[in-house]
């Protein structure tokens, strides 16, 4: 059974940092793309980054220059080190993986809660 595991959320103040990671175990088939998505109260999922196998990253206009992504590709994970973290910033954070051979497909982690609150 394929899982991803996330860690490193938890409550810090504005101005502070956290280091998210993402552990998988069960697969079997080769990555395309690992990343980050959020989800804020009332709000849809949004990308926060991503990164391919190739070290080609994508990230949202609003963590360029805060959040940096990196993966280790012989272990399968995923990480990202969020700087000057912001109120707005406070959501659920959930790792993403996707590969497309031999067919496209699409996996989530739980979600870990990042709160950004003095």
């Known amino acids: 059974q394929v899982q991803l595991v996330e860690s490193g959320g938890g409550l810090v103040q504005p101005g502070g940092s956290l280091r998210l990671s993402c552990a998988t175990s069960?697969?079997?088939?080769?990555?395309?793309?690992m990343g980050w998505y959020r989800q804020a109260p009332g709000r849809q999922r949004e990308l926060v980054a991503t990164i391919t196998n190739g070290g080609t990253r994508n990230a949202a206009d609003f963590v360029k220059g805060r959040f940096t992504i990196s993966r280790d590709n012989a272990k399968n994970t995923v990480d990202l080190q969020m700087n000057s973290l912001k109120p707005e910033d406070t959501a659920v954070y959930y790792c993403?993986?996707?590969?497309?051979?031999?067919?496209?497909?699409?996996?989530w982690g739980q979600g870990t809660q990042v709160t950004v609150s003095s």
């Open positions: 069960g697969i079997f088939f080769p990555i395309n793309a």
């Open positions: 993403y993986l996707q590969s497309i051979s031999p067919a496209y497909l699409e996996i």
